[in-house]
């Protein structure tokens, strides 16, 4: 991926989080902290768990060993089909909310954690791996890009049960 290509894909990256933003900070108060049945996150908790599951990402960009190769394993394929064709994908317990939230705070630090993803990343060639994920394996900016991604529009697919 060009430094160009990778620009484009972290400024449409940023639109659709914005974009989910926008959505729940546009819901009247009461709703946003309404929970559309028992399986779905409040759009309070959806943000705080798009907040968790990026902040996991700058210790592994920080960890990661120049001269890596990046080969994701099959759990990325699966899960990231899944989220993309509309399968249900469990979250892990560690991204799971915990009421209260500052939904202001839980804004305000996913753009923080998504502008160090971005930061930390800037320097990988398009080719080398940039992280070794936990469940994934090794994996580039660009597979970084489509995981994050992935997981948004996942979310925003059943946002409108809110």
């Known amino acids: 991926m060009s430094e160009i290509e990778r620009t484009r894909r972290w400024v449409e990256s940023d639109a659709v989080m914005e974009a989910l933003i926008d959505r729940v900070v546009k819901l009247p108060a009461d709703r946003q902290r309404q929970r559309p049945n028992a399986r779905e996150f409040t759009p309070c908790e959806l943000i705080e768990h798009m907040r968790l599951a990026d902040a ?5 960009l920080s960890a ?21 064709g509309g399968g249900r994908v ?34 990988t060639p ?17 597979q970084i890009i489509d995981l994050l991604d992935g997981h948004t529009a996942y979310h925003q697919r059943f946002f409108p049960n809110v």
Not at 126 to 142: C, I, Q, S
């Open 64 to 84: 990661a060993q120049p001269g890596m190769r990046a080969k994701p394993n099959f759990l990325y394929r699966l899960v990231l089909k899944r989220m993309r």
């Open 126 to 142: 398009p080719d080398a791996a940039a992280l070794k994920h936990p469940l994934f394996g090794k994996m580039t900016v660009e």
């Open 90 to 123: 469990p979250a892990p317990k560690s991204l799971i909310p915990i009421e209260p939230i500052d939904l202001e705070a839980s804004i305000a630090q996913w753009r923080i954690n998504r502008a160090e993803i971005k930061r930390l990343t800037a320097a």
């Open 56 to 60: 996991m990402y700058p210790p592994l």
